[in-house]
């Protein structure tokens, strides 16, 4: 069984650029959340997307966008780059949803590190 | 809001000697609490959750935390740590309508020889 896997490994851009970042889910799994970390923080919630609809978003702008694909695999997209968004870029994905009284376990990959100059 | 506060950033231990981190969450419902590992550049690695049942919960690489409500707490337990075990340890609780984790800002463990 494969698990989750990120491309690139790292990747730098200068500010104002747009960048891509790709995810491919563990197999089975219909659900996948990003998270930025910056240096010295916790992971932060960005969006989640189940069956290629985004199902729920964190307090960041517009121009992080995703998407999901009909394997499941799914990008984020970042617009017009901010030295801020220098990061690295955790994917998790999941056998299905979770709320109320469910949980369905994450699984993180490796991470993109993304630096912003 | 649901939150989660980790307040040692950094925390320095002998090889051998016992190691607590300690973890404090605000949630208004039960919740599902986890603590994950990440090693430089790596990823997050899950070394136990806790859901409900027993407060004491084991986990992998001889990893145990006790959930106690009175207290919100949820701290992380090794009776010897190796020096392996040096990373950075986060703390989280999954919230949110979608199940998302929030998590702590993290306790950076160093080990000594």
């Known amino acids: 069984e494969t698990g989750v896997t990120q491309s690139p490994t790292h990747l730098i851009k200068t500010r104002g650029q747009q960048v891509t970042l790709r995810c491919s889910s563990q197999s089975g799994h219909n659900t996948v959340s990003w998270y930025q970390q910056a240096l010295g923080q916790g992971p932060q919630f960005i969006f989640q997307y189940y069956r290629e609809e985004e199902n729920g978003r964190g307090n960041f702008p517009p121009r992080f966008s995703g998407l999901q694909f009909p394997n499941y695999s799914s990008e984020l997209n970042v617009n017009a780059l901010e030295l801020d968004d220098s990061a690295l870029y955790l994917c998790?994905?999941?056998?299905?949803?979770?709320?109320?009284?469910?949980?369905?376990?994450?699984?993180f990959g490796p991470g993109t590190r993304l630096t912003v100059l | 809001a649901q939150s989660v506060t980790q307040p040692d950033i950094h925390i320095t231990v002998s090889e051998g000697a016992s190691l607590e981190l300690r973890c404090n969450y605000s949630?208004?419902?039960?919740?599902?609490l986890f603590w994950y590992v990440q090693s430089p550049g790596q990823g997050l690695q899950l070394l136990l959750k806790?859901?409900?049942?027993?407060?004491l919960v084991q986990g992998i690489k001889g990893f145990e935390a006790e959930f106690k409500r009175s207290q919100s707490s949820f701290n992380l337990r090794k009776p010897s740590v190796h020096w392996s075990d040096a990373a950075e340890y986060f703390c989280?609780?999954?919230?949110?309508?979608?199940?998302?984790?929030?998590f702590g800002k993290g306790t950076k463990l160093s080990v000594k020889p």
């Open positions: 949630y208004g419902a039960t919740p599902y």
């Open positions: 998790a994905s999941s056998p299905g949803l979770s709320g109320g009284s469910s949980y369905n376990e994450q699984f």
């Open positions: 989280a609780v999954a919230g949110g309508s979608q199940g998302n984790l929030i």
């Open positions: 806790y859901f409900s049942g027993d407060t």
